[in-house]
């Protein structure tokens, strides 16, 4: 690996600090996006036995705000419980909108570094070409070793470009599309939420399921 690094060429740190990069946004995100960490599961069955109860009490919103990222939108619409349907409503919309925002930190970064990482390698591979033709007008083309080192430098670059940005930007599609499904489900999770308040407290009875 240090023999292909040391092949490549200066051009090489680049491409490694962005695998590094890339490798920590990769775990850091996986971690993260965990659906257990980001959704809890009847997470809003307990806020409905809670209300039903007369127990949501600040301290118990703000337990419920600091304990997950749904958590945060379904609190902003309980603080917000005792104003119009509308009102409820707006308010889960624009903390929502921030809670999106945190789920797609970093994706960013390692999409860049997905369209980043090949036009160093193809740079790479241009300035090991300039290097060959260098070589070619002031020793002609009978030093066949000395050509190939050449291309080789020129080739270990571009290919350690497209390794970087392939696995990054099926990462970034991936975490994209999880980022996507989850703000659709804790959307779902928070409309209900709204739904079953103001149902309740219209006497529609029941949880539904």
Not at 50 to 74: F, K, V, Y
Not at 114 to 125: D, E, K
Request: overall charge neutral; charged content about 20%; aromatic content about 4%.
């Amino acid at each position: 690996m240090l023999d292909l690094i040391y092949a490549g060429g200066w051009l090489m740190v680049p491409i490694v600090a962005c695998s590094v990069i890339a490798t920590a946004i990769v775990i850091e995100r996986a971690w993260t996006l965990r659906r257990r960490r980001i959704m809890p599961k009847n997470l809003v069955t307990r806020i409905w036995q809670l209300h039903r109860d007369e127990a949501l009490t600040e301290a118990a919103i703000l337990e419920i705000r600091n304990g997950s990222p749904l958590g945060r939108m379904l609190a902003a619409g309980l603080i917000n419980r005792h104003h119009s349907h509308e009102i409820m409503k707006e308010s889960i919309n624009d903390t929502g909108r921030h809670v999106v925002a945190e789920l797609e930190r970093f994706l960013n970064t390692l999409g860049t570094i997905a369209a980043v990482a090949p036009l160093l390698g193809l740079l790479g591979t241009v300035l090991g070409m300039i290097d060959v033709f260098g070589v070619i007008m002031e020793a002609g083309v009978g030093n066949a070793g000395v050509l190939a080192g050449g291309i080789s430098k020129a080739l270990v670059t571009t290919a350690a470009g497209l390794s970087v940005a392939i696995p990054a930007l099926l990462f970034h599609r991936f975490f994209d599309n999880r980022v996507g499904q989850l703000a659709i489900d804790m959307e779902e999770q928070a409309l209900r939420l709204v739904e079953v308040l103001r149902g309740e407290r219209e006497g529609a009875g029941e949880m539904p399921s």
